[in-house]
């Protein structure tokens, strides 16, 4: 299965502390050699500031060699460092921490700099000290106060560009606490901050072409903010109690699904499975209560499945374009004993892998009653893989959950489903077909506008995101 694995191609677009647990599941799988997963442990740690760790992964992969004394020495280095910006964080946090001070405090961050300049002589620069002392305690792996001093800087600070520093230091941190509703939130806070700054970027650009100067491609910039985005985002939706289903929601919606399909096309394996895992919660009683882009994830996953196949699929995607398109009902059983390989042996999905098998063999099912008006229990319950009894069992459990009910009848003594199921109006079909071809005519209109107005722009390779971590 190690063909299948993605953390090679992952982590690249995560911050080193968020490869620790990755690397960490590596070794955990023995899908690769343990020396080479522990080699990669050590030169992600030997960057940071968490030394001991750095000289316990030496020890054990260099068993006959000293510990260099550089560790130690940076080591003192680093504790200095820590108390230097330790007592220059604390002297900002007692004046914000004043009762007094609380209280006066508004939503104006220009008013609240002022009032803490005249009463408190507190200056912005000063103020920055909690972003350097939290950045300093991310680094060696204190992410619950790093998290503490990132938040109380960007409620102070102006400035944007370490503000959304802070916001990916904040939400590394969350992630690595296991906070995930507290991550959720600022996951959403970051997304809303990534997608805000296209139009000030473009006014940016605009101004730029006006004076003759020349600057990264906003689009470029926020296309890469969104990959990264995406991946970090993989921990907090696969963590999440409704994270799947939020996974869907984003992931699906435009500006996300043309960044995966531009930059990150390894990104539809979790969409795949988000949409396989949501399943009961997009057909069961409270459809209603879902959206419109969740309940029909799968057939849209499936379309851009069948587009993006030349860059990218393995046997999650595999088994749904076997299920939907191809109609390859052995192909699709096939694909699914090595999907679920797949599954357990991953690190995001490796906790779903009897929910994604269930969910599967339920898809299969509904794919094959809806095609089939006669149906021999077991014949159906060898593609399931189950024996006779239990498919007998399976299938009259999914009979009862989902819609097919009113349809459906088990003839036990014929061993056979006889499903009678009325034809859809031909109206009711052209308005499935065009749904929602207007706002999809416009969306693209809206692209191609834009192509054209910035296809003559200069363009440079943009820096990583801003992140407040080492």
């Known amino acids: 299965m190690a063909e299948y694995d993605l953390s090679t191609t992952i982590v690249p677009f995560l911050d080193r502390h968020l490869s620790f647990p990755i690397l960490a599941h590596l070794s955990e799988t023995k899908l690769f ?33 000293q510990v260099p004394d550089e560790f130690e020495s940076k080591k003192q280095n680093a504790v200095s460092t820590h ?14 921490e004043n009762p007094d001070v609380a209280q006066a405090l508004r ?23 909690l972003y350097n002392f939290g950045q300093f305690q991310y680094s060696y792996g204190n992410y619950s106060g790093a998290a503490d001093y990132l938040y109380h800087f960007r409620v102070l600070s102006t400035d944007n560009d370490l503000n959304t520093s802070a916001h990916w230091g904040k939400l590394a941190s969350d992630i690595l606490t296991g906070k995930w509703d507290t991550a959720l939130e600022e996951l959403n806070t970051l997304r809303d901050v990534v997608d805000s700054r296209a139009s000030a970027s473009l006014l940016a650009l605009d101004a730029l072409r006006g004076s003759g100067a020349s600057g990264d ?65 997009a057909s069961g009683p409270n459809t209603g209560q879902t959206s419109t882009r969740v309940r029909h994830a799968i057939r849209d996953i499936v379309k851009v499945i069948q587009m993006e196949e030349y860059q990218y699929h393995d046997p999650v995607t595999d088994f749904l374009k076997e299920l939907y398109l191809e109609f390859d009902f052995a192909e699709a059983q096939r694909q699914l004993t090595l999907a679920v390989g797949v599954v357990e042996n991953d690190f995001f999905l490796q906790e779903f892998r009897d929910e994604f098998l269930d969910n599967a063999r339920s898809l299969i099912s509904e794919a094959y009653c809806r095609i089939h008006q006669r149906i ?28 097919m009910g009113a349809d459906a009848k088990i003839d036990l003594e014929k061993n056979i489903i006889e499903i009678n199921r009325p034809s859809q109006p031909v109206y009711q ?5 065009t749904r929602g071809l207007g706002l ?23 820096a990583p995101p801003p992140v407040a971590v080492v």
Request: aromatic share 8%; proline share 3%; net charge negative.
């Open 429 to 433: 079909t052209v308005i499935e077909k």
């Open 83 to 96: 108390e230097r910006l330790q007592l220059e964080a604390q002297a900002v946090l007692d004046v914000i």
């Open 217 to 281: 491609s906003p689009a470029l910039s926020q296309l890469q903010s969104r990959t990264w985005l995406l991946h970090w985002s993989l921990f907090v939706y696969f963590n999440h109690d409704q994270g799947r289903t939020l996974l869907l929601e984003t992931f699906l919606s435009p500006a996300y699904l043309n960044t995966i399909q531009t930059s990150c096309p390894w990104v539809l394996r979790y969409l795949a499975a988000a949409a396989i895992l949501s399943r009961k919660s």
């Open 33 to 65: 050699d343990e020396k080479d997963v522990l080699g990669a442990q050590y030169e992600l740690a030997k960057g940071t500031n968490m030394f001991d760790y750095a000289a316990t992964l030496f020890d054990q992969l260099y068993q006959d060699e």
């Open 376 to 403: 021999d229990i077991r014949d159906l319950s060898q593609r399931l893989n189950l024996s006779p009894e239990e498919g007998e069992k399976w299938i009259v459990n999914l009979i009862r959950e989902t819609r």
């Open 440 to 462: 999809r005519t416009q969306a693209l209109n809206t692209a191609v506008v834009r192509a054209l107005q910035t296809q003559h722009q200069p363009v440079t390779e943009p």
């Open 107 to 129: 939503q104006d961050k220009n008013q609240n700099l002022q009032y803490l300049k005249d009463n408190y002589n507190l200056t912005l620069d000063q103020i920055r000290a």
